[in-house]
C-alpha cells in the first residue's frame, strides 16, 4: 500500500510538471506570435494600476486639503489688498501711502498666484460645482482689479493733500508778509493821504485773505463746476488786490511797495499751483471711488470666496464617509 501511494505521488506531481511546461510553452508561443498585444496589456495594467495609487483616497484628501489650504489663503490675501488700498487713500503723506500700496498690490499677487494654482487641481479632482464658484470669483476679481488700480493710482498722487499743504503753507506766509508791508505804509504819509492809503491797503488785505479762505472749499470740492465758480471769485478778489496796489502807487514812493508786490507775486504763483493740484483731484476722487464703488466689487469677492471655502469643506467631509 505505502508503495502505490508513493507510485501516485509521483505520477501526479510528473502530470502537474508536464501541464506547468505546457502553459510555458503556450504562453511563450503566444507571447512570439503577438508580442505586440502582450505589451499592451502589460501597459494597461500598469496604468490601471498607477491611476488608482494616484486617486486613491489618501490622495484625494491630500489633494481636497491643499485646495481648501490655497482657497483660505486666497481669501486672507483678498482682504488684505482691500485693507491696504484703503490705508493708501487715507494716508497722511506720499510715503505712507506708497507703502500701502505696495502692500495692496503685493496680496493681490498672491490672490492670483493661488487662485493659478487652483484652478487644475479642482478641474483634476473633477468637482465641477467649486470650479463654477472660482470661475465667478475670477470673473469679479478681475472687475473689481480694473478699480483698485486706478484707486492706488490716483492715491499715491496725493494732489488734494499737497494742495492743501501749499495753502496752510508757503500760500499763508506769502499772504503775511503781503499784510506786513502793507500795514507799515499809512504810517508815513501826510494826514491828507493817509487815510485814501488806510483804506487801500484794508481792501488789499482783506481780498487776499478772501482768497486764501476759498482755497480750502475748491481743494475739497469734487464738483468741476463748483471749482470753476471758486476760480472766478478767485480772479476777481485778485484784480481787486492788484486794483489797490495801483491806487497805492500814486500815494506811495514805488520803491515802498517793492515788498508787497514781491509777497502778493509769490502769493499768485503758489495759488495757481494750488489751483492745478486741486483741479486733479486725486485724493477726492480716489476716496469716492473707494466709498461708493469698491464695497461692492469686494464684498462680491469675499462672497464668493467663502461659498468656495464652504464647498470644499464640504467635499472633505463627504470624501472621509
Known amino acids: 500500500m505505502t508503495s502505490a501511494r508513493a507510485g501516485n505521488q509521483t505520477q501526479r506531481a510528473a502530470l502537474g510538471s508536464a501541464r ?12 512570439r506570435r503577438f508580442p505586440v498585444l502582450a505589451l499592451w496589456l502589460v501597459m494597461a495594467v500598469t496604468a490601471l494600476v498607477t491611476t488608482g495609487c494616484q486617486h486613491g483616497p489618501a490622495t ?9 489650504r490655497l482657497a483660505s489663503s486666497a481669501r486672507v ?25 505696495r502692500e495692496s498690490e503685493q496680496s493681490s499677487s498672491l490672490v492670483e498666484h493661488d487662485v493659478a494654482a487652483l484652478g487644475p487641481l479642482l478641474r483634476g479632482l473633477g468637482i465641477t460645482s467649486e470650479v463654477a464658484i472660482l470661475e465667478r470669483f475670477q470673473k469679479q476679481f478681475l472687475e473689481y482689479r480694473g478699480v483698485d488700480r486706478e484707486i492706488l493710482g490716483l492715491a499715491v498722487e496725493n494732489t488734494n493733500l499737497k494742495a492743501q499743504r501749499l495753502s496752510f503753507g508757503p500760500a499763508k506766509d506769502a499772504a503775511d508778509r503781503f499784510k506786513a508791508a502793507l500795514t507799515q ?54 484784480a481787486k488786490t492788484s486794483a489797490a496796489l495801483s491806487g497805492l502807487r500814486g500815494l506811495v514812493e514805488p520803491s515802498s511797495l517793492a515788498a508787497a508786490q514781491g ?16 483741479r486733479r483731484n486725486t485724493n477726492v476722487r480716489s476716496l ?3 466709498l461708493r464703488v469698491k464695497p461692492q466689487l469686494a464684498a462680491a469677492c469675499d462672497d464668493s470666496l467663502r461659498e468656495l ?13
Do not use: W, Y
Open 77 to 101: 490675501q483678498f482682504n488684505k489688498a482691500a485693507d491696504g488700498t484703503n490705508r493708501a487713500v487715507m494716508a497722511e503723506t506720499d510715503e505712507a501711502s506708497i507703502a500701502f500700496a
Open 185 to 238: 505804509l499809512p504810517a508815513s504819509l501826510t494826514a491828507t493821504n493817509r487815510c485814501r492809503a488806510e483804506a487801500l491797503v484794508a481792501e488789499a488785505v482783506v481780498s487776499v485773505r478772501e482768497m486764501q479762505t476759498l482755497q480750502g472749499p475748491h481743494i475739497a470740492s469734487a464738483d468741476a463746476a463748483a471749482m470753476t465758480a471758486l476760480e472766478q471769485e478767485i480772479a476777481r478778489l485778485e
Open 263 to 278: 509777497a502778493f507775486d509769490q502769493f499768485k504763483g503758489v495759488a495757481a499751483q494750488i489751483v492745478a493740484l486741486s
Open 60 to 68: 484625494v484628501q491630500a489633494e481636497l486639503g491643499e485646495a481648501r
Open 288 to 290: 469716492d471711488l473707494s
Open 309 to 321: 471655502e464652504s464647498a470644499l469643506n464640504a467635499e472633505g467631509s463627504k470624501a472621509t464617509r
Open 20 to 31: 506547468h511546461a505546457s502553459i510555458a510553452r503556450v504562453t511563450m508561443m503566444n507571447s
